[in-house]
């Protein structure tokens, strides 16, 4: 199975600072990422997938690098909303493995 | 818009198996794959399988032995079965789609169902 890190594990923020989450798969996985969020006692919701390609619906403010074993999702300027639990998930093969997840809350 | 609703049991005894429902609504269940995944405290977010539009089907290793994921096109549901449960399978059951090919991202989810095991 791939494992799948992140770092991370949590952070503290403000309402319109720069947020950068990493995300790294233990063997290449090209570009077959994907990241989620996720509000308590929710189900995580599609941010991005083919690790930068963003969801339908999702805010540009959300943005997605990375190809082979590092990857990164970036928040350009937080907002009061994105407070939540970020995950990353690949599917270059089976069985599909999320991260740990990343808790980003209020500083 | 399609919107996905887990429905079963919510307490389910050691030994038995776990039986879920996952109702699609607003579209159609063709063109897709379907997955369950599920959340525990211990052990974050697990895939446990998916089934494609034809009825095709992949399980997660670490489940694979316990594991049976049915579709029902004329309810347009898809179904989750799990045999010999113990306190490990106890989680929040999602059901979710993806596109298939080699696109297996989880576009959508249901809002999840809590499954405790317990006797």
């Known amino acids: 199975d791939i494992q799948m890190t992140q770092s991370p594990s949590s952070l503290s923020a403000s309402v319109g600072d720069r947020v950068t989450i990493t995300c790294r798969a233990s063997q290449g996985i090209s570009t077959f990422l994907a990241w989620y969020q996720q509000k308590p006692e929710k189900a995580p919701t599609s941010l991005i997938y083919?690790?930068?390609t963003l969801q339908s619906g999702v805010p540009s403010r959300f943005s997605g690098s990375g190809s082979g074993t590092d990857f990164t999702l970036t928040i350009s300027s937080l907002q009061p909303e994105d407070f939540a639990t970020y995950y990353c998930q690949q599917y270059n093969s089976s069985p599909f493995t999320f991260g740990p997840g990343t808790k980003v809350d209020i500083k | 818009q399609v919107q996905l609703q887990e429905s079963g049991p919510g307490l389910v005894k050691p030994s038995d198996t776990l039986s879920l429902t996952c109702t699609v609504s607003g579209g159609s269940i063709s063109s897709r794959y379907w997955s369950w995944i599920r959340q525990s405290p211990g052990k974050g977010l697990e895939w446990i399988g998916y089934i494609s539009d034809s009825g095709g089907t992949n399980y997660s290793p670490s489940l694979k032995s316990r594991v049976t994921i049915s579709l029902d096109t004329s309810k347009n549901q898809f179904s989750l079965r799990l045999n010999s449960v113990t306190a490990a399978d106890t989680a929040v059951y999602y059901c979710?789609?993806?596109?298939?090919?080699?696109?297996?991202?989880?576009?959508?989810w249901g809002q999840g169902t809590l499954v405790t095991v317990s006797s």
């Open positions: 979710a789609r993806t596109y298939g090919s080699s696109t297996f991202n989880f576009d959508l």
């Open positions: 083919d690790a930068s």
